[in-house]
């Protein structure tokens, strides 16, 4: 292992991995009974005649990303990996969102309040037999790599879009693309080139599964095991089970973050950005918000990708996360995440990650609406 | 070496080359005797699934990380309460030290334990990019691969579990400044 040197002016992210290597590195390792056992368990399990197994459908695939490493650990670079998404000035520079003094937390309920009266007046979008819910889900992903004294720093755009039929047990489609728009804050293309900068492929690859299980599940049960879902996999199953009560819903939000980054606010921002809470839910969520005591409003006209709302947070840290809210109808635009330290010569106030999603209903898996 | 998972044979090949470093990222993430049954369920998932996982895609071992990984999806809890013992209890190697580097490795042992807290902190999804890269020696574009999802959002992931463990530096630096 790696010797951990604290007193150094800065760390790049191998000696940071280094450093992860080390904790827990005294745990015991597996013993010959155990690994003896196992063995005997697997191959006893790879004996026995199938059952109809449900293949999760992840065939299909462009083979775009190629194999991979050679081994030895990813010597990363430096190509720090990156915030999805700085979002994007007109001219080209890095957004630096307002740090000024926030408003009065009045404003936040208000809106929240106001937002979560829309929503319950509003009708949830239908979608109806052989029809898909259709979301699109649009980030900004920021790369920065420096190369000696040469720093590049550029972003660019991820789109997944992801259709899901009325019955989660069929088939999902899920498409993603790298769209190739690129931004550079510093340096440019041809320069990066030259100096072997990585550059992220253009184009277009699809999961197709069931339940959306797109990569292989746990357990003997296959695809669609975790119908019930959680706060980190929000199923329908698991919305239902919610508390609509306003109150309810805050207690179990507080309870279930803990010190989790991002508390409440985070794991309502994980719910809500699935797009497809139903109203009476999205309502509570909203109104849940409201109890937080530091729940704030941090920029009144937060743009993403052209949609504009009111970005609202709460809770403290090196990153703020943001929940974007169109104020007229009360629709949950999407989310931002704000670095409130420097970093990699962004300034406090730099829109780390940004992501926009929208909803809408299919005719067909791969059609959009 | 073959990543092909066509017949039992195969496997056994898999698990006698596998098997033991698996075990050793599960069991720092969830404790050894958790990780010996994990152990088994992820190379009996990866034999249940052999004709959907591509090797050109990734290799046996990257899957196979990945399904452990998914496999730990109900254990998020126990893994944190796991790290923060560890955190408690001091860290590595604390009161063996014989050498001269007394005050490095005595630091070393604290950013230890504290980086054991901050990765406790993280987000479950932010802690499994991190610790794959870390602990499993994946690359993003395999994670990418095994998790199905698009390889900025590894990049993501990682970069922000690694700011949050970067905040340490600074505490470090005005505590040695």
Request: hydrophobic share 40%; proline share 7%.
């Amino acid at each position: 292992m790696g010797e951990l040197l604290v007193d150094e002016d800065r760390w790049d992210d191998d000696r940071w991995d280094d450093a992860v290597r080390d904790v827990l590195a005294d745990t015991p390792p597996m013993t010959d009974e155990s690994f003896t056992a196992a063995r005997a368990r697997v191959l006893a399990g790879a004996s026995r005649p199938e059952h109809a197994a449900d293949p999760v459908g992840v065939a299909g695939l462009l083979s775009g990303a190629g194999p991979v490493g050679g081994g030895g650990r990813s010597r990363a670079r430096r190509r720090v990996a990156v915030a999805a998404g700085v979002a994007v000035l007109a001219a080209g520079g890095v957004v630096a969102a307002s740090l000024t003094p926030a408003p009065p937390a009045a404003g936040a309920v208000e809106t929240l309040t106001r937002a979560a009266d829309l929503v319950v007046g509003s009708a949830d979008p239908v979608v109806g037999p052989g029809r898909f819910r259709y979301t699109v889900t649009r980030d900004w992903a920021l790369a920065v790599d420096d190369r000696g004294d040469h720093r590049f720093r550029h972003l660019y755009e991820g789109v997944v879009e992801t259709w899901q039929p009325e019955d989660p047990r069929a088939e999902w489609l899920r498409r993603q693309t790298v769209t190739g728009k690129r931004q550079w804050l510093e340096g440019d293309e041809d320069a990066a080139r030259a100096a072997g900068v990585p550059l992220e492929p253009t184009g277009t690859r699809e999961l197709r599964a069931p339940c959306g299980d797109f990569v292989p599940q746990a357990g003997g049960g296959g695809p669609c095991a975790d119908l019930a879902g959680g706060w980190s996999h929000p199923t329908d199953a698991f919305l239902a089970t919610l508390p609509r009560d306003p109150a309810e819903l805050h207690r179990r939000l507080v309870a279930e973050a803990g010190d989790l980054p991002g508390g409440p606010l985070g794991l309502a921002a994980d719910v809500l950005a699935t797009g497809w809470v139903p109203k009476d839910l999205r309502a509570a969520f909203y109104q849940a918000l409201t109890r937080l005591p530091d729940l704030r409003v941090a920029d009144r006209a937060a743009d993403l990708d052209g949609r504009v709302g009111v970005a609202l947070t709460a809770g403290g840290g090196a990153q703020a996360r943001e929940i974007v809210i169109d104020p007229a109808s009360g629709r949950f635009l999407g989310e931002r995440l704000i670095g409130t330290e420097p970093w990699e010569g962004l300034p406090p106030g730099t829109v780390w990650s940004f992501t926009s999603v929208g909803i809408g209903v299919a005719e067909a898996s791969g059609a959009q609406p | 070496m073959t990543d092909h998972v066509d017949t039992p044979d195969d496997l056994a090949g898999l698990y006698d080359r596998h098997a033991r470093p698996l075990h050793g990222y599960l069991a720092r993430r969830v404790g050894p005797e958790a990780a010996d049954d994990l152990v088994a369920e992820a190379f009996l998932v990866l034999w249940e699934q052999r004709h959907t996982f591509d090797p050109a895609r990734a290799g046996a071992r990257a899957w196979l990380y990945g399904i452990a990984t998914n496999l730990l999806r109900h254990h998020a809890r126990s893994e944190v309460r796991r790290l923060r013992a560890w955190a408690r209890h001091g860290g590595p190697g604390a009161g063996e030290d014989v050498s001269g580097r007394v005050a490095a490795r005595t630091d070393a042992g604290a950013l230890s334990a504290r980086l054991a807290e901050s990765i406790a902190a993280l987000r479950v999804e932010e802690r499994d990019v991190l610790l794959l890269v870390a602990w499993a020696e994946l690359t993003p574009a395999e994670i990418a691969e095994v998790r199905g999802i698009p390889v900025a959002t590894v990049r993501t992931r990682l970069h922000r579990a690694r700011t949050r463990l970067r905040g340490l530096d600074v505490v470090e630096a005005e505590r040695n400044g």
